[in-house]
């Protein structure tokens, strides 16, 4: 999802790897578990797209982040679309498919995305998605209490954000007319604000 993200001159991106999820984990323990990848001898600042943003703020709960910088996502639960609670209350996350998802979101980007390559590569992702990854981050999405936003926090989001509508969150930096997929249909906006908010407090 970064292939087309640049940092500025003199930041290095040391990516956090997705690690199988224990069975009931919940995922302010699942974030501390991914935290066991990060250098913290070193200043570092935390970038996370979608869940990878919700992670982030877990871990910037945890941890001491020079700052946290948020790609469409949201910062508390409260933030989650209301119909998200409802699926929850309804146990949705434990009876649909989670083919039936990933062959939605397929048809999704391929409808919306310009560039072949990108299509590609999303079909390529969608498709090796681990069923019960996908099936345990639904439930631990959908049971997430936090109420705590780390500070400093940085927040990018377009405005047709589909899975994580902004009308529900209060982002710091605002794409208008994009949707969630940021870092890859928008790469040069997004590559801007980052420059810019990191060039601010480095």
């Not at 948020?70 to 996350?93: F, G, K, M, T, W």
């Not at 990018?156 to 209060?170: L, Q, V």
């Not at 940021?182 to 407090?201: A, D, Q, Y």
Request: hydrophobic share 40%; glycine share 4%.
């Amino acid at each position: 999802m970064f292939t087309h993200i640049r940092l500025p001159e003199g930041f290095e991106p040391s990516y956090i790897h997705w690690i199988p999820p224990h069975t009931g984990e919940k995922l302010p323990d699942y974030a501390l578990r991914l935290a066991e990848q990060i250098d913290t001898t070193n200043p570092f600042i935390l970038i996370g797209l979608s869940l990878g943003g919700i992670m982030s703020v877990e871990i910037a709960k945890r941890l001491s982040p020079i700052c946290t910088i948020l790609i469409s996502s949201v910062p508390v639960a409260a933030h989650l679309p209301a119909y998200y609670r409802l699926a929850h209350r309804l146990q949705l996350d434990k009876w649909v498919p989670t083919s039936l998802l990933k062959t939605a979101t397929a048809v999704k980007h391929t409808l919306t995305m310009r560039s072949p390559a990108d299509r590609k590569l999303m079909r390529d992702v969608i498709r090796s998605g681990d069923d019960q990854f996908i099936r345990w981050a639904l439930h631990a999405v959908l049971e997430w209490d936090n109420a705590t936003i780390p500070h400093p926090l940085y927040h990018i989001h377009g405005t047709r954000d589909e899975i994580f509508p902004i009308s529900g969150t209060k982002p710091t930096h605002i794409v208008p007319k994009a949707g969630h997929m940021l870092p890859m249909s928008r790469p040069t906006i997004v590559n801007n604000l980052l420059r810019e908010i990191i060039m601010n407090i480095a």
